[in-house]
């Protein structure tokens, strides 16, 4: 796992994420978008950030598909514990996962609770507290939930890399 603090440091890309509007579109499109390849990646200042993500962590690794999502969170919503998988192919048994993920935290949210929490072996829990511009790179195989928000809403961009 790497955690990474003040990850971005592009101010344009800081900007455009620290308002709800681009949270709210992000929440309008498909529950996930994928991209067949880097050609596929968007000319914007998403497309910027996940340039940013790869460059970083995933410049070594080939790969098919990229995805990523939104998750506004609050004390109405449940993200139990799961691993990241191919939905369609589970329904039928068989279970395919990326190769790895990440989240970060874009929205200068103030929250109470919704900590990341990964199980990454029978008895051992790691809580990672949601802090702004924060990047978690994870392997998404393991089973990791989010806990309870108490108060306020969390925000996190999930990445996968397939």
Do not use: C
Request: aromatic share 16%; net charge negative.
């Amino acid at each position: 796992m790497i955690i990474i603090d003040d990850f971005i440091k592009d101010e344009k890309i800081l900007k455009h994420f620290s308002y709800k509007e681009t949270w709210d579109a992000l929440d309008i499109e498909e529950e996930f978008t994928t991209w067949n390849g880097l050609d596929f990646i968007e000319d914007s200042i998403l497309g910027d950030f996940i340039w940013e993500v790869k460059n970083k962590f995933w410049g070594d690794k080939t790969w098919s598909i990229f995805e990523y999502w939104i998750n506004r969170t609050d004390s109405r919503f449940i993200v139990d514990w799961h691993v990241d998988k191919n939905e369609a192919l589970a329904e039928e048994g068989d279970i395919v996962s990326p190769q790895i993920g990440a989240v970060w935290y874009g929205y200068p949210h103030e929250i109470v609770g919704g900590y990341l929490e990964i199980s990454t072996d029978p008895g051992q829990l790691q809580r990672i507290k949601p802090v702004y511009n924060r990047i978690v790179v994870f392997d998404v195989t393991e089973y990791h939930r989010v806990s309870p928000v108490l108060n306020g809403t969390r925000y996190g961009l999930q990445l996968n890399l397939w």
